[in-house]
């Protein structure tokens, strides 16, 4: 039996505010948002990943402060690519660090205007073989 992380849920104290964040700064991209009577969320998802964010007003949300999600962490091939990517959109990160010369030893990070901070972890087998198969590698 396959167990499949498909969505984690981010709390955050403005939808509308972490949407434009995480699609026209991050690069998520948007796959849906829903605003009823009962409810206000958004599901983002990173390039590549099969594993979504959902932003908004849920029994999930509403049980967490906003910004209090710390330590969420993202995967590419190319850190320096990505995090000069990330700035050049206006993302504030720390500094790309290599803890050693082993692929997966090295990582940025940043957080999202409520303080839910992320890692970045640079794979460089991602390149050539993508976490998910059938999917084509994608860059940084």
Do not use: K
């Not at 990160?93 to 999202?112: A, P, Q």
């Amino acid at each position: 039996m396959d167990w499949t992380l498909e969505v984690v849920v981010v709390p955050v104290s403005d939808l509308d505010r972490a949407v434009g964040f995480y699609r026209d700064r991050v690069g998520f991209h948007l796959d849906h948002e829903v605003r009823n009577e009962h409810m206000h969320i958004a599901q983002l998802t990173p390039p590549g990943s099969g594993c979504s964010i959902v932003v908004g007003d849920l029994p999930a949300q509403r049980a967490m402060a906003p910004g209090s999600l710390h330590g969420i962490q993202l995967v590419v091939s190319d850190a320096r690519t990505a995090h000069d990517e990330l700035t050049a959109r206006g993302v504030e990160c720390s500094e790309v660090t290599s803890f050693d010369e082993r692929d997966g030893s090295t990582f940025f990070g940043f957080s999202d205007p409520d303080g839910n901070s992320w890692s970045v972890q640079e794979i460089r087998a991602r390149a050539e073989r993508p976490l998910m198969p059938g999917r084509p590698p994608t860059g940084g």
